[in-house]
């Protein structure tokens, strides 16, 4: 007979050392950061390393304050949110609509594959003086970049995940006569889903690099702009500052897709 108090103990010992791990795996992660900056700090401080080449945390603390108390932070950090949240959307929306017509039609995907290759082995930057003139000088010429540079991406991770739908059951519900559009509805979403969740952790990193792409060819306003002026003028303070803020939002974003994940996991 089975002991349910010895599985009941079994299984509060493994959440324990489950929990135990999540928190070893948070406090490391704390660790080597806190580390990180404050070996920085000491190397710059004792002159190892120069503070005006290489800059320091106490430095870019300042000039985070400066930019905070004088309002700058906000204009340019709400430019560059803007810019990056609209294009992964549209590129994200876009890239699967277009994958799920390439699953849907067999001819389609043979016809587009080898343009879609092709223009994933562009490189976006050669393309930012034609976009300029297209759309101006200004956030839609960064828009269009953010989404050039995600969508191929998209295209090809949700395309890859919808062609992996089980083959067997696609045979089975074929078998039965279900409509191609009930195959997708029922089977390759869903088991899609993983996919996708990959395809947003993915285009989280390729949408924050083609809006800084972006305002690095035509801004006067976001984190990209604020990277550029800064290496012009060699205010270099500025420079890390303005990469610090960008890994600060970009991990934001990527915390928002996590729990994102956590939520479609359990449905």
Same mark, same amino acid.
């Given at each position: ?127 930012? #003086?034609?976009? $300029?003139?297209? @759309?101006? *000088?200004?956030? =839609?010429?960064? %828009?269009? /970049?953010?989404? !050039?540079?995600? &969508? ?37 979403? #869903?088991?899609? $889903?993983?996919? @996708?969740? *990959?395809?947003? =952790?993915?285009? %989280?990193? /390729?949408?924050? !690099?083609?809006? &800084? ?48 994940? =956590? ?5």
């Amino acid at each position: 007979m089975i002991d349910k108090n010895k599985i009941s103990r079994e299984r509060l010992l493994f959440l324990r050392k489950k929990r135990n791990s999540k928190i070893f795996v948070v406090f490391m992660r704390l660790f080597i950061l806190c580390a990180f900056f404050i070996l920085w700090e000491i190397l710059a401080q004792t002159g190892v390393i120069d503070s005006f080449l290489s800059s320091s945390p106490s430095r870019i603390y300042k000039t985070l304050k400066s930019l905070l108390v004088s309002g700058e932070l906000w204009v340019h950090v709400g430019t560059t949110v803007y810019e990056t949240v609209i294009g992964f959307l549209i590129a994200t929306v876009l890239g699967t609509a277009i994958a799920l017509a390439l699953w849907w039609s067999e001819n389609f995907r043979k016809i587009a594959e080898p343009y879609i290759i092709v223009l994933n082995s562009l490189p976006k930057i050669a393309l930012g #003086p034609i976009i $300029i003139v297209w @759309f101006g *000088s200004g956030v =839609k010429s960064i %828009v269009f /970049m953010t989404v !050039i540079i995600t &969508i191929i991406v998209t295209i090809i991770t949700m395309q890859n995940g919808f062609l992996a739908a089980d083959k067997g059951k696609t045979m089975l519900l074929e078998s039965m006569g279900a409509s191609k559009f009930t195959i997708m509805r029922k089977l390759v979403l #869903p088991q899609s $889903i993983p996919t @996708f969740i *990959s395809c947003l =952790k993915i285009n %989280v990193g /390729m949408a924050w !690099i083609g809006s &800084i792409m972006g305002e690095y060819l035509t801004s006067r306003q976001g984190i990209g702009y604020l990277i550029v002026y800064g290496g012009q003028v060699f205010k270099l303070d500025l420079v890390m500052a303005s990469t610090v803020i960008l890994c600060i939002l970009a991990g934001v974003m990527y915390a928002i897709v996590a729990l994102l994940e =956590k939520f479609l996991t359990k449905h």
